[in-house]
DNA sequence: CGCGGTGTTGAGACCTGTCAAGACGTGTGG
DNA sequence: CCACACGTCTTGACAGGTCTCAACACCGCG
């Protein structure tokens, strides 16, 4: 199930041999847990970061108001919170989508790696800085685009990521957002996001049913998203 | 003018003598730019990062649209492109706000960091992370809250973390962004930047003028932001 | 069989955008 | 020193995208 964090990894560079079973001896043990539960509380000291082995999760900040936004969706080999390895704790929640299984990663293995593979540590270190990059493609399509470009523009995402990780079959995936959990990564009411969802059916850009999602046209919904995949950095290079 | 970096570093965590060292080592030499240019184009290939000395710039993110959003503003001490030693090109433009002096950091000198200072590296891994928090706040802004309260947030985060480089006087602080940029900053047309900036004034929040803010209730603008500043991770703490 | 979560639809309100025009102010060249 | 030009700020009228509130349909599951 690691075999989804190394396909990421080293999708943007090359990972030796022994990196890599420094990387499956990171992992002290695994934890399930249901869909919708808070995994992570933002404020809690942690020791440990943890990786999606199997289900989606996201990192949501709520606002005193209630409101809730999505910052991005981890999908299988995704860390939810390495970047808590340095942070301490969390500004957000890590909340379960699906049934989730996850793998425990100790800071102190963290550590290990930053005094002992410094190219590794420039991988994971890589790792955060490419969910910052997906940060401010969101913050972009929050500020800018229209619901429908949103929208769009999450479908293309999300079939990228996981063609990385072999999840996708041809230009369908299976996709187990509510559209209430839609709303709060596109920063949309889920009113708003039915009507939206039902545009890009009736532009037969896009099909939704049984919780799995067929992109029809996949050129036309990147227009649509004005979709430009460079950020999410799918080429190789030495780091 | 890399004392405010320092500062910023310290206010996070200790840096020793030796480490101050390598810090002030990292820097080749500072090139100086105008206002409103392009200091770094996306998609360039990257050898080296900045670090703003002086003046301040943003990350603007361009839709082929004409649409443009500000990720961050960034300050003096701020690396605007610490992420670029492990990504390679930046998937944003970093432009300048204001004149900037900026000091060049080349990645064959952090990458020695990597490999000889890793509390070093954690330091400045952590401040990328800090980074991407601030894009997580940004993105529940845009997500989430009113274009007042939006405004109303991004003053407390301004006079927080020109407070922590020694740039504020009292709850007032030079503030260079015209009502565009403003604007690009909040996801909102400058039309109506200006009115949500009076409405912030009828309301006795700011005062504006002569490019300085003037916070006169800082309760009361925390509260129509909603503002909570555990996302600026300004507590002291070993990573 | 009923229930809770999810999806759908309609009507109306409101927030923010668009377009257009003019005021202000500051630097520059004549 | 004036005139002008350009960027910036301000204002008004109107459009339109998204939200709110409410009701109802659907469906899997206990």
Redesign the pocket.
């Known amino acids: 199930m690691i075999e989804n964090l190394l396909k990421k990894l080293r999708r943007r560079d090359d990972i030796s041999a022994e990196e890599e079973q420094t990387v499956r001896n990171l992992v002290s043990h695994t934890v399930r847990v249901a869909a919708?539960k808070v995994v992570i509380r933002a404020g809690e000291l942690l020791k440990e970061s943890l990786i999606v082995l199997d289900g989606w999760a996201a990192r949501a900040k709520d606002l005193p108001s209630g409101q809730r936004q999505f910052a991005e969706i981890h999908l299988p080999g995704d860390f939810t919170d390495l970047h808590s390895f340095t942070l301490k704790r969390l500004d957000h929640d890590i909340v379960s989508i699906t049934p989730c299984v996850l793998a425990v990663v100790p800071h102190e293995r963290l550590k290990k790696v930053t005094e002992r593979f410094p190219h590794l540590t420039r991988v994971f270190w890589f790792s955060t800085n490419l969910d910052a990059a997906i940060h401010r493609e969101w913050a972009l399509s929050l500020g800018r685009r229209?619901?429908?470009a949103r929208m769009a523009h999450l479908f293309c995402e999300l079939l990228l990521r996981l063609e990385v990780i072999g999840m996708t079959n041809g230009h369908s995936y299976d996709f187990p957002l509510?559209?209430?959990e839609l709303g709060e990564s596109l920063?949309?009411?889920?009113?708003?996001v039915?009507?939206?969802?039902?545009e890009l059916r009736r532009m037969a850009l896009i099909e939704v049913e049984n919780r799995r999602v067929t992109i029809l046209d996949l050129d036309a919904l990147k227009g649509v998203a004005e979709f430009d995949p460079t950020y999410l950095y799918l080429e190789k290079r030495t780091r």
């Open positions: 919708d229209s619901a429908i509510t559209q209430a920063g949309l009411t889920s009113v708003h039915n009507r939206t969802l039902q």
